[in-house]
């Protein structure tokens, strides 16, 4: 059984910093690639970044492209998304989610057969 378990959001103020960390077991991590999805309320969910299995290649959206980055240790079945200069609108649940392949790193949340509960994250201005 796959499970992917999200932790470190919180109530923060703009311009503060968080780490996002997502522990997956149940699949072997090291296989696939992973991304993160947020959804604010009253809003569809969507793309944040993703990376492939080894880390060597990744994407992230124009959103917030300089702000975040998404990496991964597969030593420890972690994956990571590391959040600076967060802004009022980064207020969502952010989810991660285990692809279905190792190299395809998708935007698109069908790529993606497998997610967390997500983790709130809410910054105020």
């Known amino acids: 059984q796959v499970q992917l378990v999200e932790s470190g959001g919180g109530l923060v103020q703009a311009g503060d910093s968080l780490r996002l960390s997502c522990a997956a077991s149940g699949r072997t991590f090291s296989r696939y690639a992973m991304g993160w999805f947020r959804q604010a309320p009253g809003k569809e969910r969507e793309f944040v970044a993703t990376i492939n299995w080894s880390g060597g290649s990744v994407r992230v959206a124009d959103s917030v492209k300089g702000r975040f980055t998404i990496s991964r240790d597969n030593t420890k079945n972690t994956l990571y998304l590391l959040m600076n200069n967060l802004k009022p609108e980064d207020t969502a649940v952010y989810y991660c989610?285990?692809?279905?392949?190792?190299?395809?790193?998708?935007?698109?949340?069908?790529?993606?057969?497998?997610w967390g509960q997500g983790t709130q994250v809410t910054v105020s201005s």
């Open positions: 989610a285990s692809a279905f392949t190792a190299s395809t790193i998708s935007t698109e949340s069908r790529a993606y057969g497998f």
